[in-house]
C-alpha cells in the first residue's frame, strides 16, 4: 500500500493550497481517509476525514470553514483544499487511510500512511 500525498508549498497568510493524495495497492472506495497534520515541535493532530463513500466529513475546529476534504474514488484520490491559511497552519501534512467505512479522529485508528507534504504560511 502506497498512499503519496503532493500539493505542499510556501504560501502567504490568507493564500490556499490544494493537497491531493494518490493511493495504490488498495481498494480505496473501502476505506476512510483522512488528513492529519504535524506543526513544528508538536504531535500529529487531526485535521479532516471523509466516509469511504463520502456521504460524511469531519474537521477540526480550527479548520472549520476554511478547509475542505473530498475525495474522487474513480482516481483512488483524497484531497484537501485549504482557505484563509494563516501561519499556525503551517506543519507536515499526512494523508491516511482506515479499513471501513467510518471517520475516526485518533492517529492510532488509522491502518496507513503517506510519507507527508510541508505546508509553510508566512505572515
Known amino acids: 500500500v502506497q498512499l503519496q500525498a503532493s500539493g505542499g508549498g510556501l504560501v502567504q497568510a490568507g493564500g490556499s493550497l490544494r493537497l491531493s493524495c494518490a493511493a495504490s495497492?488498495?481498494?480505496?472506495?473501502?476505506?476512510?481517509m483522512a488528513w492529519f497534520r504535524q506543526p513544528p515541535g508538536k504531535e500529529r493532530q487531526f485535521v479532516a476525514s471523509i466516509h469511504r463513500n463520502a456521504i460524511n466529513t469531519y474537521y477540526t475546529d480550527s479548520v472549520k470553514g476554511r478547509f475542505t476534504i473530498s475525495r474522487d474514488n474513480a482516481k483512488d484520490t483524497v484531497y484537501l483544499q485549504m482557505n484563509t491559511l494563516n501561519p499556525e497552519d503551517t506543519a507536515v501534512y499526512y494523508c491516511?487511510?482506515?479499513?471501513?467505512?467510518?471517520?475516526?479522529?485518533?492517529?492510532?485508528?488509522?491502518?496507513?500512511w503517506g510519507q507527508g507534504t510541508q505546508v509553510t504560511v508566512s505572515s
Open positions: 495497492g488498495l481498494t480505496f472506495s473501502n476505506y476512510a
Open positions: 491516511a487511510a482506515r479499513t471501513g467505512e467510518y471517520c475516526y479522529t485518533g492517529v492510532t485508528s488509522y491502518d496507513y
